[in-house]
């Protein structure tokens, strides 16, 4: 059984940087891509960023192009969201989610940060 845990997060002004984590426990050799979402109240599920497992590729979202990154830790098995110069847009709960390979949805999802920005 695979869990996503998360950490990090929290409350910061404008400008500010966090950086959330996300560390799997469990196997991994079937894992297509990890996700980066966030949820503003009362919306749905936001694409943020794309860690594509085997290939290390990454892709943004045009929101946070240039201002969040991602990277992988093997020796921690954790990837982690770096995310710069925050602005009060930003501010939801932030989820990491797994697709295995050949899935059409997430088989896996952390629980849930909340990062909130004030201007």
């Known amino acids: 059984q695979v869990h996503l845990v998360q950490s990090g997060g929290g409350s910061v002004q404008a400008g500010d940087s966090l950086t959330l984590s996300c560390s799997v426990n469990?196997?991994?050799?079937?894992?297509?891509?990890m996700d980066w979402l966030r949820q503003a109240p009362g919306s749905g599920d936001d694409f943020v960023a794309r860690y594509t497992w085997a290939e290390g590729n990454i892709f943004y979202a045009d929101s946070v192009k240039g201002r969040f990154t991602v990277s992988r830790d093997d020796a921690k098995n954790t990837v982690n969201l770096q995310m710069n110069d925050l602005r009060p847009e930003d501010t939801a709960v932030y989820y990491c989610?797994?697709?295995?390979?050949?899935?059409?949805?997430?088989?896996?999802r952390g629980q849930g940060t909340q990062v909130t920005v004030s201007s």
């Open positions: 469990g196997r991994t050799d079937d894992f297509g891509e």
């Open positions: 989610a797994v697709r295995r390979d050949h899935s059409f949805s997430y088989d896996y």
